[in-house]
């Protein structure tokens, strides 16, 4: 598999396919040879410059500026020298590695003539080291993310087209790789509407997403992303902890933006043999993905769905069981407790510093924030409202808690640790998975008992 997971120039092939393509569209070319285009190329991974510059030779004919980001620590490894043979007037701009390509993007183009360009391209080096990726209901091995970016914005079959668009007509704000013009799950969507909101921003549910954020654009649609009161600082280091950054909502933004006052996105079709081929399993994969939990008749949290259950696989099972049998762990390798036990429990029966401990503790390990503000919330609507089984209790196989903890101790300290509730036990499917459901029934209860002193659930 690591023939599939690297950088390849394929010079021949794809200086055969330029020409060709240069050929064929050559009335457009003229027609657009002298407009300004900007390319504005985010390079974090400097060894796929080899592969880069094929596809950025594909803007040969026009009248192109280039301007590359790229983040301190690689500096030293970017080929200049090769930069600068393919477009001399090449702006080098390096940054703290922070925001992923979006904030070097939104700090680049701040310090760009905007309205000296008819079109501007937005690329980044994306990687290329997953063995596969499912997202978006769409599998992508190796390579494939990559190309779907490249060959759906700058190919040599779609580029003169897509400038064409941009340049000519007026109802198109955004090009890029159709299949990857997408909607964020409801979890996800709302985690970015609410991070927009603390900005300022008030969009709408049903946006469209480009994936990958590899685009052409209009430069006219980039105004009010550039006006922005946001700098390099103001976005996380990179790699960020999980959770939703103001890089991840103005990714989503620059798609806002590009659809507003009449406009649209237009979409190229790119690969669709090689995506043909992957549709059978694709649809396998959809019956097992995690999404399809939103289907069901119950209501996750948006954070844990995003954090734990983000583009995976999983098998679950309901269960009805006595909320006091349900157990809790803080994190891996932490002693399981009873679910009478926990700071949250012991909070609703009035130790109130012990639960000080647990959010100190959470803040301490990058898990989600929790505070007494949130939690006497929670406490509140539940007196209001009562109990509404929607909110149901996720757990493992062994019972513990993994996302409902403080809403099991309110419904234990209301009705009672007797009382019967609905969980969902939810398990990953992945390696360990597969190995353990090939072990006996029997030898596995043995194994939890021993291991744990607990008995699994199913």
Not at 160 to 173: A, M
Not at 268 to 280: C, D, G, I, Q, Y
Request: charged letters at 30%; proline letters at 5%; aromatic letters at 12%.
């Amino acid at each position: 598999m690591r023939i599939f997971r690297t950088y390849y120039s394929h010079r021949h092939l794809r200086t055969a396919e330029r020409k060709i393509a240069a050929l064929k569209n050559s009335a457009l070319i003229k027609k657009n040879k002298d407009r300004r285009i900007l390319v504005v190329l985010h390079l974090f991974y400097p060894e796929s410059w080899k592969e880069l510059r094929e596809y950025l030779l594909n803007f040969t004919g026009y009248n192109w500026d280039l301007y590359i980001t790229y983040p301190d620590m690689i500096a030293d490894r970017i080929d200049r020298e090769d930069i600068l043979r393919l477009n001399p007037g090449t702006t080098f701009l390096q940054m703290d590695n922070k925001g992923y390509d979006v904030g070097p993007f939104l700090t680049a183009i701040k310090q760009i003539d905007l309205t000296s360009y008819e079109a501007v391209f937005k690329l980044q080096s994306k990687g290329v080291k997953r063995i596969f990726i499912y997202i978006y209901h769409q599998l992508f091995f190796g390579r494939d993310w990559f190309l779907n970016l490249y060959e759906g914005t700058v190919g040599a079959s779609v580029i003169h087209r897509t400038i064409d668009r941009i340049l000519n007509e007026p109802d198109v704000g955004m090009v890029a790789a159709k299949n990857l013009i997408v909607h964020d799950p409801s979890y996800k969507e709302n985690l970015i509407l609410r991070k927009l909101r603390e900005t300022g921003i008030r969009v709408e549910k049903g946006y469209n997403f480009l994936a990958g954020t590899c685009f052409a654009i209009r430069p006219s649609c980039l105004q009010a992303f550039k006006e922005l009161p946001f700098t390099l600082d103001d976005f996380v280091p990179v790699p960020s902890s999980q959770g939703v950054s103001l890089a991840h909502a103005l990714e989503r933004y620059l798609c806002i933006v590009a659809e507003k006052d009449g406009m649209h996105i237009e979409g190229n079709e790119v690969m669709s043999l090689r995506r043909a081929v992957k549709r059978p399993l694709e649809k396998i994969l959809q019956g097992i993905s995690s999404e399809r939990l939103l289907k069901l008749p119950y209501i996750f949290d948006d954070e844990y769905f995003l954090w734990r259950l983000d583009n995976r696989f999983v098998r679950y099972h309901i269960h009805r069981m006595p909320v006091g049998d349900l157990k809790y762990q803080m994190g891996p390798g932490e002693k399981i407790i009873p679910l009478k036990d926990t700071y949250a429990y012991r909070y609703l029966q009035g130790d109130r510093a012990a639960y000080d401990d647990y959010c100190r503790i959470h803040r301490e390990k990058g898990y989600p924030a929790m505070t007494p503000e949130r939690f006497e919330a929670l406490i509140r609507s539940l007196s209001e409202q009562g109990y509404d089984p929607a909110h149901i209790i996720l757990v493992n196989e062994l019972g513990i808690i993994r996302d409902g903890q403080h809403r099991a101790c309110c419904i234990a300290d209301r009705y009672g640790l007797d009382y019967q509730i609905d969980v969902m036990e939810i398990e990953n499917i992945d390696r360990i998975y597969l190995a353990k459901h090939m072990v006996p029934r029997p030898v596995l209860r043995l194994y939890y008992k021993k291991r744990y002193g607990i008995e699994p659930l199913s």
